[in-house]
């Protein structure tokens, strides 16, 4: 069957409705594009045409985008040039159809659909929550290459072209129509009426006229956007811009921003042509990495993680012990999610401090999506707080967020297990204790597993869900579904010293303590690892999680894995002198407010009396990058992931390793493992044990494997 159909709802006006019969979402690609083209022959014959409505067949959902495994299967640019242009032929016929187009968007409205919508004369959209429209294809390392470079700078001008095309964002309705991407939003009972009513508008206009296009609004948009000096100087300041913070590592924006820069003042044919460059992105290292970090990350927001029998247990109250900044971030996500939360802490100001704290979160988020008041009130009301364990039995599941310290969490869960029934979820935020040895003490360790974030919590997509060693299916396929509700990536992970995350960040960071120790500057360390892609050097990630913290982790994953962690005594030294990070003012670094720097009383402090200047700061990189990619292999040969796959996704999301790399495994696949085996055997003969090969990457070297995955 095809995936378009005409509709003739009245005489005169036809419907171009996608509708693929073997998929959920309407998706494009080469046989959809076939089909488009034949319905399009259709409407080119139709004698008595007034107006065409491009409409979605699938309740709530307009057009998702290209299919993506397509995309991640294509090694040919040639093959990419083929499709794009038959795709720019295709689009260009709805263009040129004698009667004027209208698309009629509900529901999502993503890449390709955004483009495909793009080639009418008008749109229209539902202004309903679930209507997002955008183009997020540089997340996927390409550009809008179906016309969307083209078309869009021509519609909404180029500032608020550049803006979509190079964050990826989506709008929803009232956005869209605010910057001029579409016409109207209207009520989704609406949409066709207000279709019908736009085309009879459009139908009254000269051909000439029917196309939507950009009017500056103003005399700062018009020198922006309407003359060359204010568009070539909006091109140079995002391409610099764009450069800073992507460090060059990703050609997908700089090749969006040269597109769109050549295609003004072309025509639509002529600059489409330009779009064809995204054939060399799609075949490129940097599209096939993001690509695998989108489908692995669907697998972890939708994979089964026990037997698909299994129900997941409701959770609509949430009881939360510990009221600091993980805690107050872990119950603004809930209540977002329409989750009650019940906040305990045993001193009162803690509590005000974290309703101060959620309420800030909820303000943040409300100023950047522009939500309405009473939206923002209602989130707040569903936070309470106690200073006793008083509601907590009407809570679903409870989250433990105090202090790592084993003790003072195993009595908070018996208090716990004393008040919540029986069938209640129990799990604790735990970064770096034992998930057994916290459920040692309860009657019922089957419901308890760990529930571990990030921080910011707002911010990070990962959590770690520990599976200890009587948590049940049902708390873990629970625990899992909340974790999803929450909009987080859930990576499931057993019980081992550092759980994934912290596990392979503990040698990355002991690494640069060992190179801080032989003479080399902070400033060059951290300079290294940001220009192999990582957000914050280690010293910046030291200061900003709290060199306590830091030294705490150290010191029981260094009991654990004695050969390969030391025990940082250089972190204790900072901790007695009261320099915990950007907590205190100083750390690795002076702080001043947001502004960072060197502080030159740290080597004094340490005995550091060697200075050394590194041969380059890849020399660097590669020794604090060697050891993550061993602890990763360390981590599979225990078991401590289900696969390859997803310890990249936890590294990326958790940890900010680039996602242009793909993960440190696939990163060691891109680099070879007998290379890297072989840099590792070195490194172990200059600098110790440490650097000792995991058998896992000895066995791939050898038999000439890889890691693989998706």
Known sequence: MSSFRIEWPEPGIAHLVMD???????VLHEGAIADLEVALGELEQASELRGVVLRSGKPGSFVAGADVNVIAGITDPAQVVSIVRRAHAAFQRIAALRAPTLAAIDGVCLGGGTELALACDSRIASEEPHTQIGLPEVMLGIFPAFGGVTRLPRLVGVSAALDLVLTGRSL?????????????????????????????????????????????NGAVPWLVDATAPGRA?????????????????????????????????????????????????????????????????????????????????????????????????????????????????????????????????????GRKRRSKPYELDGQMARVTVTLEMDGFGCADAAIEAVVEDLEVKRRVFAELEARMRPDALLATNT????????????????????????????????????????????????????????????????????????????????????????????????????????????????????????????????????????????????????RLGKKTGRGFYRHRGRKREADPALGGLLGLARQR??????????????????????????????????????????????????????????????????????????????FRPASRIVGLAAAGGSFGGI
């Not at 764009?242 to 295609?263: D, K």
């Not at 529930?451 to 629970?478: C, D, I, Q, W, Y």
């Not at 200061?543 to 050969?563: C, N, Q, R, S, T």
């Not at 993550?628 to 796959?645: F, G, K, P, Q």
């Open 20 to 26: 693929d019969p073997e998929r959920k979402l309407n």
């Open 172 to 216: 929803d309705a009232r956005r869209a129509e605010r910057i001029g991407l579409i016409a109207r939003a209207v009520p989704a009972a609406w949409l066709i009426e207000a279709a019908h009513r736009r085309l009879t508008e459009l139908g009254r206009l000269p051909a000439g006229r029917r196309r939507d296009a950009y009017r500056p």
């Open 233 to 365: 100087l909006a091109f140079r300041t995002t391409r610099a811009t764009t450069i800073r913070r992507s460090g060059g590592h990703y050609p997908a924006p700089l090749a969006a921003i040269e597109v769109m820069r050549a295609g003004i003042g072309k025509t639509v044919e002529e600059a489409a042509r330009l779009e064809e460059r995204v054939g060399e992105l799609v075949v490129g290292p940097v599209c096939k990495n993001l690509i695998r970090v989108f489908l692995v990350s669907e697998r972890a927001k939708k994979s089964p993680v026990a037997d698909r029998g299994i129900e997941p247990r409701k959770i609509a109250a949430l009881g939360l012990v510990g009221t600091g900044i993980m805690g107050a971030g872990i119950a603004e996500l809930a209540s977002r999610s329409g989750i009650r939360v019940r906040m305990r802490d045993v001193r009162p100001e803690a509590l005000a401090l974290a309703l101060r704290t959620v309420r800030g979160l909820i303000d943040e988020r």
């Open 431 to 578: 970064s770096s204790l034992s998930v057994d040895e916290l459920a040692a003490g309860l009657a019922h360790p089957e419901r308890f597993c760990g529930f571990h974030f990030f921080n910011p919590v707002h911010r990070m997509p990962l959590v770690e869900v520990v599976r200890g060693a009587k948590t049940s299916h049902a708390t873990l396929v629970t625990a899992v579904a909340l974790a999803r509700r929450l909009g987080k990536t859930p990576v499931v992970v057993a019980d081992s010293p550092g759980f994934v995350v912290n596990r392979i960040l503990t040698p990355y960071l002991g690494e640069a303590m060992q190179l801080l120790e032989e003479g080399y500057a902070v400033a060059d360390i951290d300079a290294a690892m940001r220009r192999f892609g990582m957000p914050m050097g280690p010293f910046e990630v030291f200061d900003e999680v709290g060199i306590d913290v830091a030294h705490k982790a150290a010191g029981v994953l260094g009991k654990a894995f004695p050969d390969r962690m030391g025990s940082a005594p250089a972190l204790g030294k900072l901790v007695q002198a009261g």
């Open 613 to 690: 200047t590194p041969q380059s700061l890849e020399t660097l990189s590669e020794r604090m990058v060697l050891a993550m990619i061993n602890e990763s292999a360390y981590c599979l040969d225990d078991r401590v992931v289900a696969d390859a796959d997803m310890l990249d996704l936890a590294m990326i999301f958790g940890a900010g390793f680039p996602p242009f790399r793909g993960g440190p495994l696939r990163h060691a696949d891109s680099l070879g493992l007998p290379r890297v085996e072989s840099r590792l055997n070195a490194l172990r003969a200059e600098r110790g044990e440490r």
